[in-house]
């Protein structure tokens, strides 16, 4: 069995051609390590050093901004390592990059916004401090947001998609805002909250992938390698 293909993992085409393939996860999050686990995937980890830089200005539309960063991880990541060997290039380079959009326009559901009153929407990343996350969470409180996830994976080709989910927060009482804040679990997350930990109790329901909430779209991710492989024979081949 390849170190990077997991025993449990599905015996589908996609994931077939990976055995015995060199396969980087150009990330350090323990949330994508943890998913692809779930689904059979044991990538070797080689986080990017790309600085995260771009100008979401400079985008015509704010979901282009994390596919190009993520695109920016991989094709770091991949130079990188050929750079340090060109005899062991990757075959599959995969990275990630998610952001949270408040107050998302009725482009990814069939729920309709326009009775609501127009709002300035936000770029949310990782928040900067306490009171940032807090000003984050009591603008989405009793509120939409929409987590995009930029996919991109670099081989003999790269590819980019992005995934839209929609998540509803509960109308929650500020102190139990408050208390989420203060235990720290959003400090390091994309809009300042996990919603497979403590932040669960912010949420009252989603649209779209849980996973890419969490951080990876493991199903589109799965569908982007059954694309490629239907695309061509001889995908991963060499």
């Not at 704010?62 to 920016?72: F, G, L, Q, S």
């Not at 401090?129 to 929409?146: A, T, W, Y």
């Not at 987590?147 to 509803?168: F, H, K, M, N, P």
């Amino acid at each position: 069995m390849s170190p990077h293909v997991l025993p449990h993992a599905l015996k589908i085409p996609a994931i077939e051609k990976l055995k015995g393939k060199k396969i980087i996860l150009a990330s350090n999050s323990p949330r994508r390590k943890e998913i692809l686990r779930t689904f059979g995937l044991a990538p070797e980890i080689v986080p990017s050093t790309f600085a995260e830089d771009l100008l979401i200005s400079d985008f015509s539309t704010p979901h282009e901004y994390p596919v190009a960063t993520a695109t920016h991880k991989a094709v770091q990541v991949y130079e990188k390592v050929v750079g340090e060997n060109p005899e062991e290039a990757p075959d599959l380079v995969i990275a990630a990059d998610t952001v949270v959009l408040t107050h998302p326009q009725p482009v990814t559901s069939d729920t309709s916004y326009s009775l609501l009153p127009p709002q300035n929407q936000e770029l949310l990343e990782k928040p900067s401090s306490k009171e940032d996350n807090l000003r984050m969470l009591l603008d989405m409180n009793g509120n939409v947001c929409e987590v995009v996830t930029g996919l991109a994976v670099v081989l003999q080709v790269q590819r980019s998609i992005d995934e839209r989910s929609l998540v509803y927060f509960a109308d929650s009482p500020k102190h139990i805002v408050e208390a989420y804040v203060e235990s720290g679990e959003g400090i390091d997350r994309a809009g300042g909250f996990a919603i497979q930990g403590l932040g669960g109790i912010l949420i009252r329901k989603i649209e779209g992938d849980y996973n890419n909430v969490v951080g990876f779209p493991a199903a589109s991710f799965f569908k982007l390698l059954d694309m490629l492989v239907e695309e061509d024979d001889d995908f991963l081949s060499v």
